[in-house]
């Protein structure tokens, strides 16, 4: 992947940290965020979409937020210098906050709270999307889905990573469940017409994934009116206040982006504060279960624990993925084959 | 409502602004946080649990952030001041987050969450809560219902006020199925075995409400997984650094509290942001509705519109309130029926 990025006219610091990215994703088992972003990646770089090498400016600034200017680069690269930047201003001034104008996609959100929590901080982070949310009551995709993420450092537990969409699910599970010929649960869609339905294939205009995704039904919000008031506090925090664009303006590709750390120490001690978080993680893990259940599993553990599988065992490509990032390399003319063997 | 808290031992302020709590909850049709609550502050305050008079002082301090003791007071009073303080240092810093120790119960959210938004600022409000909703895949409540608010200004158009438990429903709604004999959707609660139910009854412990409120089985947060999360972030961010407790820890009636405010102007001009929130909600307001669907109706919306008709109809009080709030007049002094016949 560093290697086609690298062919692509990616500079170093663009090849490391997205091909970075885009592995640790697929590590978590969140595939949808790995290495089957890589063609689309490469098709914005080619459509001018994403713009190798650009450089990040400072917009605006304050002693705890800042406006930066991705300049179409990398979503992961702006990203990335939006969270040192929040982490440095909260670790001066107790708190960071810290939007990205001209952002592609950030891809995990979760990595970027992962970075907040290894400092120690709390990380907030919203990506407004482009749309394929209904508003609770509506039948027009206008709001993306929307993910924000939460990282919370823990004493000797692991941090608690909490990132999700507020749409019911991500879109990428209805795609499984179309091309695994599965149907939905009620509540995950609603169809053109804007009827309730457990097809997955109601989601999508012909022809449908994996050759085109275009949405024609709509993505429902989750638990209604709730997840509803969630997709507009992403789309405004992380949509309007960044220039982005929110209500359905989001560009393809675009996140609105916003990251905000907090520095613990600004209301208790490090050490109490790591105490309480480790006492709260033991006691959810040894809480009586109901029944059916087999474990209580905490916010990003699947995760955690999908990654440690899948060091040991390795990361399974889809056969059509796999073929997608063997044809970009060829394109670009990258010895895949000769990289894997050695 | 004031004269029984002044006839109590409530300061001036503290009466005034705890009654104007209550009735404007009533007026917004949060009936659960209204005129319902005057019995149990009144017993609080005679239990010692709720200060009257007491004084708020700040503990920690930063440009951007401080840590407020309540001291007990009245919840509703700490985070008037917390807000304030928020207020305070945005305007002059861009952001503020204050947290507030020995915090009684701080009543609707949704009350500091406009009063930021009237500031033309972004607020954001978290309060931990004493146990009731089970962790997802659990069946013992470890969590409180664990609400939270974001209140974001608009231009022409009304705020947007999204308040919201993190839990499926508010107890409250359980309690009232309850009363008026109904049953409830799978997925609010599940019985003291673990069970999902749709008998409110099972969430209780006899003697039923309204003769006690006493937790047996255990609510269920919104959305699996998702809503397990957001009850996390709730608990730690308001009840961990706030040092009022978390994960079970937080004590009957008081609430941990993170009031957050961001000022708009730190990323983008104020008539901008207007214009982009004014269209949001115009463009949420004329999209096609789903079949079956009235009109889409946008966090706070329903709530300002009971506020209006309530203003022209009053304000319905079920008779076992009003019996209640009688008996404590009566336990005062206070002329509750002079005062209305006035």
Redesign the interface.
């Known amino acids: 992947m560093y290697s086609i990025l690298k062919a692509t006219g990616s500079t170093e610091e663009e090849a490391a940290f997205v091909s970075e990215s885009l592995i640790q994703a697929n590590l978590y088992g969140v595939d949808s965020h790995g290495l089957a972003n890589l063609k689309p990646y490469i098709s914005a770089i080619e459509s001018g979409k994403i713009k190798c090498g650009a450089q990040i400016k400072v917009l605006?600034e304050?002693?705890?937020?800042a406006?930066i200017d991705g300049n179409w680069g990398f979503g992961q690269i702006s990203c990335k210098k939006a969270t040192e930047i929040a982490i440095n201003k909260a670790e001066k001034?107790?708190?960071g906050?810290v939007?990205i104008s001209h952002c592609n996609h950030i891809g995990r959100l979760g990595l970027y709270a992962e970075m907040i929590a290894k400092k120690d901080m709390?990380g907030l982070i919203y990506a407004a999307s482009d749309p394929s949310v209904?508003?609770?009551?509506?039948?027009?995709p206008?709001f993306g889905t929307n993910p924000f993420s939460?990282g919370?450092p823990a004493g000797k537990e692991q941090p608690?990573i909490?990132d999700?969409a507020t749409a019911?699910v991500a879109e990428g599970k209805i795609r499984a469940a179309l091309a695994g010929g599965e149907k939905i649960p009620l509540g995950w869609i609603?169809d053109k017409?804007?009827?309730p339905t457990t097809n997955p294939a109601d989601l999508y205009e012909p022809p449908l994934p994996p050759i085109q995704i275009k949405i024609l039904g709509a993505q429902l919000p989750?638990?209604g009116?709730?997840?509803?008031?969630?997709a507009?506090?992403v789309?405004?925090?992380g949509g309007?206040?960044?220039?982005t664009g929110?209500?359905?303006d989001v560009p393809e590709f675009a996140n609105g982006t916003m990251v905000q750390a907090?520095?613990?120490e600004?209301?208790?001690p490090l050490e109490?504060?790591r105490k309480?978080?480790d006492?709260?993680i033991r006691?959810?893990k040894s809480?009586?279960?109901?029944?059916g259940?087999k474990?209580?599993?905490?916010?990003g553990e699947p995760e955690t624990r999908t990654r440690e599988e899948r060091l040991k065992s390795g990361i399974p490509v889809p056969e059509i993925t796999w073929k997608a990032t063997l044809d970009i390399a060829k394109k670009y003319g990258v010895d895949v084959e000769g990289i894997l063997s050695k």
């Open positions: 605006q304050s002693a705890s937020t406006l001034n107790m708190v906050v939007g709390i209904a508003p609770h009551g509506g039948m027009k206008m939460y919370f608690i909490i999700f019911a609603i017409n804007g009827n989750i638990g009116y709730k997840g509803f008031g969630l507009i506090a789309d405004i925090i309007a206040l960044t220039n929110c209500d359905g907090l520095n613990i600004a209301f208790c109490e504060y309480r978080v006492k709260l006691d959810v809480a009586p279960i109901a029944p259940v474990e209580i599993m905490l916010p």
